[in-house]
């Protein structure tokens, strides 16, 4: 079992000794990783870490809003619109592996121009176990591993032996409040995996919306407690439907609820009939 306090006191100091005088920037989504290791690097170097947040357009409702509010005056936070730059990179790519490897790619084109504006040497992430784990067995790459060559950043990633479970008490340890320690998972490359076939701003809207519905309606019943991650996919195939008395034709959209203590497991949760039915 691991010692929460002794893995913050050697990570607090291992930092200390990598980094020394040189600045640091950090890749901070809102997620528990990377806020878990913001804190961890800001205990170490203070003002040495500037967190930047991405904006890719690719983010579920509010959630660009939501994190600067958490986190402007608790980090040297940054916040650094880059939509059009990721939607028009990922224009006509339909394959979820290629949408991975564009953003990877763009989320370092972004690091390495914001490291030459503060003259940062090292970019730290909240990279885990599982995401290695699963790239180097080709379950699925992560954007925060799939590196392009000439990286002019060094990387330094304090909590990459640790699993989901272990970083959330690491978490709390830290003082992390409740709403960010246990934030529901979200993929790197966001709302570009959940929607099917081409990115389009439609379309991004569509599954931003029927989310928030279903966060919306999870959250009201009760059920997130039990819950790892629920989200809704948008597909690419369109139904016809009714509305009223009129005929409607739109995408079909479908909800994944997931059960998982380890981040590498999952089991299939049983969901009441009349909250679904709800949702629809």
């Known amino acids: 079992m691991m010692d929460t306090k002794k893995f913050i006191e050697d990570s607090i100091k291992n930092i200390k000794e990598e980094v020394k005088d040189e600045k640091v920037i ?5 997620g528990v990783d990377s806020s878990v290791a913001s804190v961890l690097a800001s205990e170490a170097i203070g003002d040495q870490l500037e967190a930047i947040f991405v904006d890719h357009g690719l983010l579920r409702k509010g959630e660009a809003e939501q994190v600067e509010e958490t986190f402007k005056d608790r980090l040297n936070f940054k ?3 880059a939509e059009d730059e990721f939607i028009a990179a990922l224009a006509g790519v339909r394959d979820p ?3 991975r490897e564009i953003i990877g790619h763009k989320f370092i084109e972004v690091f390495e121009r914001e490291a030459k504006k503060s003259g940062a040497k090292y970019l730290l992430q909240g990279t885990i176990a599982p995401d290695w784990i699963e790239s180097e067995g080709k379950i699925k790459s992560h954007h925060n591993v799939t590196l392009p060559d000439g990286l002019v950043l060094e990387i330094i990633e304090p ?3 640790l699993y989901k479970d272990e970083v959330r008490e690491v ?5 992390l409040p409740d709403a960010i320690v246990h934030r529901q998972p979200f993929p790197g490359p966001g709302l570009a995996v959940r929607v099917l ?3 389009t701003k439609e ?3 569509i599954c931003r919306e029927a989310n928030a519905i279903l966060n919306k309606h999870v959250e009201e019943e009760g059920l997130h407690k039990d819950l790892w991650q629920y989200f809704v996919v948008l597909t690419d195939s369109k139904v016809t439907g009714v509305k009223g008395d009129q005929r409607d034709f739109g995408y079909l959209v479908v909800i994944r609820m997931v ?3 380890d981040a590498m497991t999952a089991n299939v949760p049983d969901i009441p009939w009349p909250f679904l039915h709800k949702v629809s």
């Open 26 to 30: 950090i890749a901070l989504s809102g």
């Open 79 to 81: 916040l650094v619109n």
């Open 97 to 99: 592996e290629k949408k």
């Open 159 to 161: 909590l990459r032996e």
């Open 171 to 175: 978490g709390s340890e830290l003082g």
């Open 197 to 199: 076939g081409d990115i």
């Open 203 to 205: 379309k991004l809207e």
């Open 259 to 261: 059960q998982s203590f």
